[in-house]
Structure formats: structure tokens, C-alpha cells
């Protein structure tokens, strides 16, 4: 699919540094669960890592590679006696969650990394996940994201439908696939508070921005799947979810999740008939657009680039899904 015209000025508004210096804490959401900003290209408030500690450690998603060394500092400021973690746990192998695993398991050679089977070979050999980056956000926004380096095979343990892990102490967590948002998806519950790391299946809710935002990127985007997910987390009694993208969310968690439902579900059958009437692309980003503003309240100016990149990507996505889905009807009824 070619490129949407307003892709290029998206990344590149928001190739902006920031500088932040390191010295953040990551910030406490039990005894035993920490947020930790990965400070993603320099910004807080975008991408989170979950730090769960029993007596052994584990931490949820890596960042982007070029946010190893501040989630290094970071959990060192937590604990000055810290060495490394036992378990990497990338919920899926996607730049923002993944890209930084290689680096960390370098830094940490005791630990292990349990990624969904389905996406073990792109943490071994990353050149797809490179290649389907610098497709998503061209060349120049990868110089601040950063290269992801192989992860040894003999350091990647396959998850497949589900994996139960005792950190000790009483924290267990039970780490289970939730495709939808991408074939390789998995989210974490960390048994004894059912608090929900979600990966990127509940989409995104940003600060000042306190709506769900479905995130439905290509290539691996799956409405049914994703719907599925979704609809799986509604019965499973959560006392709260913790989103890479942003932070925690305890309040009205059963509206959140349903509100999520409905968007991605209108989302589906607008891209449905965009593909349906041979309208381009740039439309139905143009319909995401007015439609996620129009649900938080604002005006399209006010909509940030961050929130922007990703409803440009959900557009993409959304729209080549129902193009194969389209194809597949075709070819059933020929
Ligand atoms: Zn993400």
C-alpha cells in the first residue's frame, strides 16, 4: 500500500528531542509493580516498561533500542544493588516494545527472554522488524528509535498459549497470547492484584487524552482477533490495566474496555466501506481523525503528532484488513 501523503509530515513533526536527563524513578504502582518511562526518543509519557518484583524480577516490555540504557539507569536508581532481571517479557515484537530487548539482554546475561512463539524469530533475526520500522517511520525517525540487535536463540524461551510464572514471594504471573493487534501479542496478569499488563490490545490513553484509541497498525492487524481480546478482558474480574501507552488505569475499567469495543467495531465497518466504495486511504485517516476528536472533545488541531503517527498507522491497518478480508470473499464466491 503506498504511503498515505501525510505520513512524511507526521514523523517528521515529531522528530523532536527533547532532553531529558537521566535520574527518573520509575514510579511506584504496588510494593511490588513499577512503572519505568523508557522516555521513548527523549519524551516522557509515551512508551512504559512494568517492572514486577517477587524474589525474582521481571520486566514487561523493552522500548526502543535506543531506550536501553535509560531503563538501565532507571532500574539502578530503583535499587543500587541491582544486577539484572530474570525474565525479559516483550509483549509483542514491535519496535516501541521489543526493539530495545537485544540491548538489555546484553547488559543482563543471567536473563531470560519469553516472547510468543510466533515472534521468537523476529527477536533472533530483527531484520523484519528493521525493515517494517523503516517502512512505518522512514529512515530519519530511526536514527532517535535506534537498531534492534539479535537476541542469542539459546537465550529465547517460546510462550505459546499460555505460560504461568512464579516470581516468588506470592507474585505469579500468568503471561497468555491476545493476538489482534499483531499474530505475536501477548499480555501479562500479574496474578495477585489483577492488574493487567495489556501490551497494545486495549490501544492507547494518554494523559489529557482520556479516551481508548484502538491501535490496529499493519502488517499484522486482526479486527476479529482484536475484538476477541478485548471482549476476553470484559469477564476477567481486573482490578486494573497498565498500558505502555500511557500508565495505569483502575477507574470505570468495564467502560473503558466497552468504549474501546465500540470505537474499533465503527472503526472496522468504515474501513469496510472505504475498501468497499475505492476510496483511498488518506479518507478513512481522515474519518479516524475527526471521530477519535470528536469522542475526546477537541479539535483536530489538538489531537497531538504522537496520537496522530498512531491513528495514521490504525488507518493503514484497518484498511489493508479489510482489503484481504474483501479478497478472501471474492475468491470464496468465484
Ligand atoms: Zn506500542
Known sequence: MPLPRVLGRIVNSSVRIQSVGFGNMPK???????LVDT???????LVASYLIKGEKSALVDAGYPTSANTLLSELRALDASWRQVDFLIPTHVHLDHAGGVGHLA????????LVNEHGAKHLIDPAKLIQSAVGL???????LFGTPIPVPTDRVEMVSDVCDLDLGAGVGLRIFWTPGHAWHHMSVLIESERLLVTGDAVGLRYQGFDIPIPATPPPGFNEEQYVKTLTGFTGMNLAGLLLPHFGLIREDLRGFLEKNLETIKQWGSRAFDAVNFGEPVDRLFDWFMTDIANRAGKSLDEIPDHITRNIMFSAMGCYSHAQEVRTKQRSLET
Not at 28 to 34: N, P
Not at 39 to 45: D, F, H, R, S
Not at 107 to 112: G, I, Q, S, T, W
Not at 137 to 143: D, N, Q, R
Open 39 to 45: 522516555l521513548a526518543a527523549g519524551i516522557p509519557g
Open 28 to 34: 511506584e504502582i504496588s510494593s511490588d509493580v513499577f
Open 106 to 113: 546484553r547488559a543482563m546475561p543471567k536473563a531470560r527472554i
Open 137 to 143: 517511520f522512514g529512515k530519519e525517525a530511526m536514527s
